[in-house]
C-alpha cells in the first residue's frame, strides 16, 4: 500500500468526504450484504490471535496517542434517522496504518493477516437514499454495523497487544530499575572504595617520603652499629678470656668460702650457746636484783626508817625552751641526785659552781615510765595483804608532778595510771591469787580531803554543812584511828574502786595559780581497809593502805595568790610545816609529837610514829627557776629518809 501524502489531512471537509477508503471492500463486504446475517452476533470469520500477530512497530505504537497526534476523534453513533457517523477518517488510517505497516509488512504477510484487517476504515455512503427506501437504510445501516465490528474487533486486538507489550514492557522496567539501582550501590561503593585506596595511596606515598628521608640516618647508624658490633666482638674476646679467669679465680674463693661457711657455723653454735648462757645470767640478774630490793626493803624495815623515792618530772611542751643543767644524774648510781649552783664568791672577785648531793633509796629521772616507778613499791603494797599497814604519800612543791605520780593524767590509759589505780589493781589481783590458798579478803574504801583544816568526804557529792568530821580512836586498847560520818564504802571489784576514785577526783578542790593551772588546793587521801580471814589455818589479818597526794607547798611572791587562793596558800604551807616539825621530832627521838597540831599529821599518825611501812615520794620541777624550791624540798626529804619510826609489826591473828 502507498503512503499518503500527511499533507492530505489538511484539505478542505468537503474534499475529504468525497474520499473513500481503499481497504473498504476488502474488510467482508459480502457479509455486509447478506440479509441473513443475524444482527446480534455476526457470522463472519474473527479474526485469530494466533493467525494475527501484529508488527512490532504497531505493537509498540499507542492508537490514541495516534489518534490524537492525526487529529481524529471518534464520533458516537447518532440514533436519529439511523445515520452511523465515519468514527475515523479514511485517510488517516490509511497514514497510519501505511506508517506501521511500511517495516511490518513482510511479517505480518508471512503469518496470513488479511490485507482488509490492516486498514479497515467504514465507507461512507456514497449516495444518499431517499426517505422511502428504508430497506436500503437498514442494509446500509447493517453494512456500517459489520464495519464498525471489524473494526472493534482490530482495535480489540490491537488493545490486548498493547497490554501485552505494555507488561512486558513494565517487567523489563522494573528489572532494569532494580539492575540500575544494584549498578548504583555497587558504583557508590566502587567509588567509596577508590577514594579509600586514594586515600591509603597517599598515606602510603607520604610514609614512603618520609622513609626516605630517614632512610639515611638508619643507613647511617646501621654502620655505626656494625662498627660497634665488631668493636663488640673484640671486646666479648677479652671479656672470655677474663672471664675464664675469673671463674679460676672464684672457685679458689668459693673453697675459702666453703672453710669460712664452716668457721661460721662452728661460730654460731658457740654464739648460741653464749647467748643461752646470757639468757640464765640475765634471769640471775634479774633475780639477783629482786633478791636485793627484797633485801633492801627488809634491811629498811628493820631500820625502821620511812623509805624515800625522788622522781623529777619531764619538761613539758611550753617549756622546751629551758634546760636541766642545773640537775645532775649518775649514770652507774640511781640513788643520787645532784643539785648545781653558779654563785659569786664572797669577795665578787669569782664565780665558782656549788653542788648539792642527795642520796634517796631510789631516784627516778624525767624519762622514768609510771610502770617503772610502781614495780619500785609494789613489794611495799604487797605487804598490805599480809597484814602490815602501809602509806605512801607524795612530797612537793606546786606542779612538781605529785598528782600524776598518785592518780595520773585525766584520761588514763594503761601507761599513764598512778600509783592509787596501779596499787588497787594489784591487791585485787593478788587477793584472787591467795583464794587458792585458802584466804577471803574484805575490802572496805574511803576517800577524803583536808580542804583549809576542814575535812570533807569526796565521795559525797553534796556536802552536808551540819555533818562534823572527827578524827577519833576506835577504842582505848586499838590506836586506829577514824573519821566520824565518813563514808565507808564495801568494794567487790577493781571497777567499783575506779569509780569512787573518780568521783572523788572530781569533788577534789582545785584551782588555777600563777604557777600551776591546774593546782591541787587540799590534801587527799585514801584508804583502803583490808580485812582477811583463813578459816582451814585459823587466821585473820588487819590492815590499812593509805595514799596520800599532798597539796604543793608554794610561794606567795610566786604564785601571787590574793583573797580564798591566799587562804588556801597558808593552810597548805602551815599544815606542811607541821608536816616537818613532826619528822624533826621523830628524827630527834622527842617525847612530845605534836601531831594533833594540824588534821594532817593527825591523820597520819599511825603511819608516821605507829606500826606501818611508810614510803614518800619526793617531786622535783625540772625549771632551774624553782631551784630553791626542789633544794628545800630535797632537804626536807633527806630529813625524812633518816627519821627512824621503827620496825612494823604484822597484825595478824591466830583464831582460837
Given at each position: 500500500?502507498?503512503?499518503?501524502?500527511?499533507?492530505?489531512?489538511?484539505?478542505?471537509?468537503?474534499?475529504?468526504?468525497?474520499?473513500?477508503?481503499?481497504?473498504?471492500?476488502?474488510?467482508?463486504?459480502?457479509?455486509?450484504?447478506?440479509?441473513?446475517?443475524?444482527?446480534?452476533?455476526?457470522?463472519?470469520?474473527?479474526?485469530?490471535?494466533?493467525?494475527?500477530?501484529?508488527p512490532p512497530a504497531v505493537a509498540s505504537t499507542n492508537p490514541a496517542g495516534a489518534v490524537k497526534k492525526a487529529g481524529c476523534s471518534i464520533v458516537p453513533l447518532g440514533s436519529s434517522r439511523g445515520r452511523l457517523a465515519q468514527s475515523i477518517p479514511s485517510r488517516m488510517m490509511k497514514i497510519r496504518v501505511a506508517a506501521v505497516a511500511k517495516d511490518a509488512a513482510p511479517s505480518t504477510a508471512a503469518k496470513g493477516v488479511p490485507q482488509s484487517v490492516k486498514c479497515a476504515p467504514s465507507a461512507?455512503?456514497?449516495?444518499?437514499?431517499?426517505?422511502?427506501?428504508?430497506?436500503?437504510?437498514?442494509?446500509?445501516?447493517?453494512?456500517?454495523?459489520?464495519?464498525?465490528?471489524?473494526?472493534?474487533?482490530?482495535?480489540?486486538l490491537q488493545?490486548?497487544?498493547?497490554?501485552?507489550?505494555?507488561?512486558?514492557?513494565?517487567?523489563?522496567?522494573?528489572?532494569?530499575?532494580?539492575?540500575?539501582?544494584?549498578?548504583?550501590?555497587?558504583?557508590?561503593?566502587?567509588?567509596?572504595?577508590l577514594q579509600s585506596r586514594e586515600s591509603e595511596l597517599g598515606q602510603l606515598r607520604?610514609?614512603?617520603?618520609?622513609?626516605?628521608?630517614?632512610?639515611?640516618?638508619?643507613?647511617?647508624?646501621?654502620?655505626?652499629?656494625?662498627?660497634?658490633?665488631?668493636?663488640?666482638?673484640?671486646?666479648?674476646?677479652?671479656?672470655?678470656?677474663?672471664?675464664?679467669?675469673?671463674?679460676?679465680?672464684l672457685d679458689h674463693t668459693q673453697q675459702q668460702l666453703d672453710q669460712k661457711a664452716a668457721c661460721v657455723d662452728e661460730q654460731h653454735k658457740l654464739i648460741g650457746s653464749l647467748e643461752e648462757q646470757l639468757q640464765h645470767m640475765e634471769q640471775a640478774l634479774?633475780?639477783?636484783?629482786?633478791?636485793?630490793?627484797?633485801?633492801?626493803?627488809?634491811?629498811q624495815e628493820l631500820k625502821g626508817n620511812i623509805r624515800v623515792i625522788c622522781r623529777v618530772r619531764p619538761l613539758l611542751d611550753g617549756e622546751r625552751h629551758n634546760d636541766m643543767m642545773h640537775i645532775q644524774f649518775l649514770p652507774s648510781d640511781e640513788k643520787v641526785i645532784t643539785l648545781t649552783k653558779e654563785q659569786e664568791s664572797r669577795t665578787g672577785n669569782n664565780r665558782k659552781d656549788v653542788k648539792h648531793d642527795?642520796?634517796?633509796?631510789?631516784?627516778?629521772?624525767?624519762?622514768?615510765?609510771?610502770?617503772?616507778?610502781?614495780?619500785?613499791?609494789?613489794?611495799?603494797?604487797?605487804?598490805?595483804?599480809?597484814?602490815?599497814?602501809?602509806c605512801i604519800f607524795a612530797y612537793g612543791q606546786t606542779g612538781s608532778g605529785k598528782t600524776y605520780t598518785m592518780e595520773g593524767p585525766d584520761e588514763l590509759t594503761c601507761d599513764t595510771k598512778g600509783m592509787i589505780p596501779r596499787?588497787?589493781?594489784q591487791i585485787f589481783v593478788t587477793a584472787r591469787r591467795l583464794e587458792t590458798m585458802g584466804w577471803l579478803y574484805k575490802f572496805t574504801a574511803s576517800f577524803l580531803e583536808i580542804y583549809n583544816e576542814n575535812i570533807r568526804d569526796l565521795l559525797v557529792t553534796k556536802a552536808q554543812k551540819a555533818v562534823v568530821y572527827e578524827i577519833k580512836q576506835r577504842s582505848n586498847k586499838s590506836e586506829e584511828l577514824y573519821v566520824t560520818n565518813l563514808k565507808y564504802v564495801t568494794v567487790g571489784t577493781v571497777e567499783e574502786v575506779n569509780k569512787l576514785i573518780a568521783t572523788a577526783k572530781s569533788n577534789r578542790s582545785v584551782a588555777k595559780t600563777a604557777v600551776n593551772h591546774k593546782s591541787s588546793r587540799s590534801h587527799s587521801v585514801f584508804q583502803l581497809q583490808i580485812d582477811g580471814s583463813n578459816t582451814?589455818?585459823?587466821?585473820?589479818?588487819?590492815?590499812?593502805?593509805?595514799?596520800?597526794?599532798?597539796?604543793?607547798?608554794?610561794?606567795?611572791?610566786?604564785?601571787?595568790?590574793?583573797?580564798?587562793?591566799?587562804?588556801?596558800?597558808?593552810?597548805?604551807?602551815?599544815?606542811?610545816?607541821?608536816?616537818?616539825?613532826?619528822?624533826?621530832?621523830?628524827?630527834?627521838?622527842?617525847?612530845?609529837?605534836?601531831?594533833?597540831?594540824?588534821?594532817?599529821?593527825h591523820l597520819l599518825q599511825n603511819s608516821l610514829g605507829g606500826n606501818s611501812k611508810t614510803l614518800m615520794f619526793v617531786n622535783v620541777s625540772p625549771l632551774e627557776e624553782d631551784f630553791h624550791e626542789s633544794l628545800n624540798t630535797l632537804r626536807f626529804a633527806s630529813q625524812v629518809n633518816e627519821c627512824t619510826i621503827g620496825t612494823a609489826q604484822m597484825n595478824r591473828k591466830r583464831v582460837l
Open positions: 500500500m502507498d503512503n499518503v501524502d500527511v499533507r492530505e489531512e489538511f484539505q478542505p471537509q468537503g474534499k475529504k468526504r468525497r474520499l473513500q477508503d481503499d481497504n473498504t471492500e476488502n474488510i467482508n463486504v459480502a457479509a455486509v450484504n447478506n440479509k441473513s446475517m443475524s444482527l446480534q452476533r455476526s457470522r463472519l470469520p474473527q479474526p485469530s490471535l494466533r493467525r494475527i500477530q501484529m461512507a455512503v456514497a449516495k444518499r437514499r431517499p426517505a422511502w427506501d428504508v430497506k436500503g437504510k437498514l442494509d446500509d445501516t447493517k453494512k456500517q454495523l459489520s464495519d464498525c465490528t471489524g473494526k472493534l474487533q482490530v482495535a480489540e488493545r490486548k497487544q498493547f497490554q501485552q507489550s505494555s507488561d512486558v514492557l513494565g517487567k523489563s522496567l522494573s528489572h532494569a530499575t532494580s539492575r540500575v539501582k544494584e549498578l548504583e550501590d555497587k558504583l557508590r561503593t566502587a567509588e567509596s572504595q607520604h610514609d614512603n617520603t618520609a622513609l626516605q628521608k630517614v632512610l639515611p640516618l638508619r643507613e647511617a647508624e646501621i654502620s655505626s652499629l656494625t662498627t660497634e658490633v665488631q668493636e663488640l666482638s673484640t671486646t666479648l674476646k677479652d671479656t672470655k678470656s677474663t672471664l675464664v679467669y675469673a671463674q679460676q679465680q634479774t633475780n639477783a636484783e629482786q633478791e636485793r630490793r627484797r633485801l633492801h626493803n627488809v634491811v642527795f642520796s634517796f633509796d631510789h631516784v627516778f629521772q624525767p624519762v622514768a615510765k609510771q610502770e617503772e616507778v610502781f614495780e619500785d613499791i609494789s613489794q611495799l603494797v604487797q605487804s598490805a595483804l599480809d597484814g602490815y599497814n602501809v596499787a588497787v589493781d582451814a589455818k585459823g587466821l585473820t589479818c588487819r590492815s590499812t593502805l593509805c595514799l596520800v597526794d599532798l597539796a604543793g607547798s608554794e610561794r606567795l611572791d610566786k604564785s601571787c595568790s590574793t583573797g580564798e587562793r591566799l587562804r588556801e596558800a597558808q593552810a597548805i604551807n602551815t599544815s606542811l610545816s607541821w608536816l616537818g616539825l613532826v619528822i624533826q621530832s621523830l628524827s630527834n627521838k622527842e617525847a612530845h609529837i605534836p601531831y594533833r597540831n594540824s588534821k594532817l599529821t
